[in-house]
């Protein structure tokens, strides 16, 4: 498992019980709600992955809801807050969908993430973070596709639609890759949802 690029790639120094940052909490549980989903994600079982003892995590958070706050809170500033940020500076809205075609055309390290949110959207502090970035997303993808030329009304039914694809192609590459393809195949695939969804020819 690896936590995606933004949230630390290398995994940080394993410290002394007693030097162990929200840092390390934060990236255990979101490693604990990849492989295990919500079951997982618990003090004692975070604990044990962390080889500390329980009173190290009350050191720096308060319940099990405060670190999941914690952890998805900065997985929202760097996923979607900086990263809506940087492709708003793209000045052309077609090409402002781009990074995103990209890295939905191969397996990416985001994508486990979220999933696994998305999979334990049912708990009141995941899913009221889980619906605000969905939001923060289609509003996005809705401004970019009045700049294209759709109505207000068109764009955010397409913003919903293209957000929702893009959730369900996650889940379909993997439980199922052979139905999305992979390279080349995976990647027209990508292409081909996108502008069905997206091309003012077809409004």
């Given amino acids: 498992m690896s936590i995606p690029t933004g949230m630390g790639d290398k995994k940080p120094p394993k410290p ?7 840092r390390h909490w934060q990236r255990a549980v979101l490693e604990s709600l990849i492989e295990g989903g919500i079951a997982a994600v618990t003090v004692p079982r975070i604990a044990k992955r962390l080889s500390v003892t329980k009173g190290s995590f009350y050191w720096h958070f308060r319940s099990i809801d405060d670190l999941l706050q914690a952890a998805l809170e900065d997985w929202e500033r760097i996923f979607t807050d900086e990263r809506l940020a940087k492709f708003a500076a793209i000045t052309d809205p077609e090409k402002r969908f781009e990074p995103w075609l990209t890295e939905l ?38 401004r970019s596709l009045r700049e294209i030329g759709f109505s207000p009304r068109d764009a ?22 052979e139905i999305v393809g992979a390279g080349p195949t995976r990647a027209r695939n990508v292409r081909i949802m996108f502008e069905a969804l997206s091309n003012k020819a077809s409004g």
């Fill in 156 to 177: 955010n039914a397409r913003a919903i639609a293209v957000h929702a694809a893009y959730l369900g192609f996650l889940r379909m590459a993997h439980h199922g890759p």
């Fill in 16 to 22: 002394a019980a007693e030097h162990l940052s929200r």
């Fill in 105 to 142: 055309e191969r397996d990416h390290s985001a994508q486990k993430l979220h999933l696994a949110i998305a999979s334990a959207a049912d708990h009141p502090v995941i899913g009221a973070i889980f619906a605000r970035v969905a939001a923060k997303r289609i509003k996005f993808i809705a």
